[in-house]
């Protein structure tokens, strides 16, 4: 069982940054692929980003990319996600999830985290 912590949302304006972090336990960090979701008021859950069990390859949602960034320690058990250039419509509880396939479909992760929200304020 693989339990999965979000941590460094809160409260930003839009153009500012930050950096969430997803701290992993309970299982081997590096046999599974990583992804960030986000669900945001009325929305339903959409994946943002998703990175191999090695970090060698990553994959972003086109409303991201460019500006946010995905990576992972397997030393550390840590998956992050760099997000500059926020938006409102960035809005969204993130949550953080493992799965044993590189998949960006939700129903394919194995382990949830709950969440942390990040607001950006126009």
């Known amino acids: 069982q693989v339990q999965l912590v979000e941590s460094g949302g809160g409260l930003v304006q839009a153009g500012g940054s930050l950096r969430l972090s997803c701290a992993a336990s309970?299982?081997?960090?590096?046999?599974?692929?990583m992804g960030w979701f986000r669900q945001g008021p009325g929305k339903e859950r959409e994946c943002v980003a998703v990175?191999?069990?090695?970090?060698?390859?990553?994959w972003y949602a086109d409303s991201v990319k460019g500006r946010f960034t995905i990576s992972r320690d397997n030393a550390k058990n840590t998956v992050d996600l760099q997000m500059n250039d926020l938006k409102p419509e960035d809005t969204a509880v993130y949550y953080c999830?493992?799965?044993?396939?590189?998949?960006?479909?939700?129903?394919?992760?194995?382990?949830w985290g709950k969440g942390t929200l990040v607001t950006v304020s126009s």
């Open positions: 990175i191999t069990r090695s970090g060698g390859r990553t």
């Open positions: 999830a493992a799965s044993g396939a590189y998949s960006s479909i939700a129903t394919y992760m194995d382990y």
């Open positions: 309970g299982g081997t960090f590096s046999n599974y692929a």
